[in-house]
């Protein structure tokens, strides 16, 4: 993988990326979190930025995680790939979030291992704002009965949404719809709620300038600070 000076010099890049993108539409490049994605990378992306001052990592399969886990110390782990059933008590105490809450049988199973092991377990509900086939989610006529569910359940803490826009390259609109569709659900649903949920998750390397633009709190990034994926 790159060395350390490289990613540190895609980190300014990034942030200068962050800032101008802020300007654009008069935000604060305090209000978009930078969660760098380490998946498919070794520990080392970890340790990388850890050593730059970032200590928020996410990943998106379970069983690397825990391996990436039990190799580091004081990093927060957010979930952001979608969690099978099987594997949630494994998830439930070992990720600071989870991302990825797609169906309520899911919600379900969250709550229960949460409230065995008595914790509380910070989520959000991904949303399949754009009506991708290869995407999951809650559509968005399902997100008000999810998230009746997730704030009737004890042991949730319900921070927001989440969504991964369809991957059309050379048209960036389509992200932009998708995003502007989830800022708007996010609007309708924690006044019909009474809810703030103050993060919305939206945005990756390509595509993290619009989601800013609307309104994203949150920019999961991998190939803009580590390099592409083989
Ligand atoms: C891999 C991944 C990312 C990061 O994607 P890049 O295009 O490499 O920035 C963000 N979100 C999710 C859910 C991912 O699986």
């Keep these: 993988m790159i060395s350390y000076e490289e990613f540190s010099s895609n980190l300014n890049d990034l942030r200068l990326k962050v800032s101008k993108a802020c300007e654009g539409c008069g935000r604060k490049p305090e209000e ?23 200590f928020r990592v996410g990943e998106n399969k379970v069983q690397e995680a825990l391996s990436k886990q039990a190799q580091t ?3 927060s782990w957010e979930l952001i790939g979608h969690l099978q059933s099987n594997k949630v008590n494994q998830v439930v105490g070992a990720f600071a979030r989870i991302q990825t809450l797609d169906s309520i049988k899911l919600i379900k199973k969250v709550q229960a291992a949460s409230e065995r092991i008595d ?10 704002a754009g009506n991708d ?62 809810v703030e949920l103050k993060d919305l998750s939206m945005g990756m390397s390509d595509d993290l300038a619009e989601a800013i633009a609307c309104g994203s709190t949150m920019i999961r990034v991998g190939s803009a600070l580590f390099g592409q994926r083989s």
């Design 32 to 54: 978009v979190v930078l969660l760098p994605v380490t998946k498919n990378w070794p520990v080392d992306a970890v340790e990388y930025c850890q050593k730059a001052g970032v």
């Design 133 to 194: 086939p290869a995407k999951f989610g809650f559509s968005m006529e399902d997100s008000k009965f999810a998230l009746d569910e997730a704030l009737s359940s004890s042991h949730l803490r319900v921070e927001g949404l989440m969504t991964i826009a369809p991957y059309v390259p050379d048209d960036l609109s389509v992200a932009q719809n998708t995003f502007a569709k989830l800022a708007d659900l996010r609007e309708a649903l924690s006044a019909s709620h009474g």
């Design 73 to 75: 110390d004081g990093v």
């Design 119 to 128: 914790c509380k377990t910070s989520i959000l509900l991904q949303i399949n």
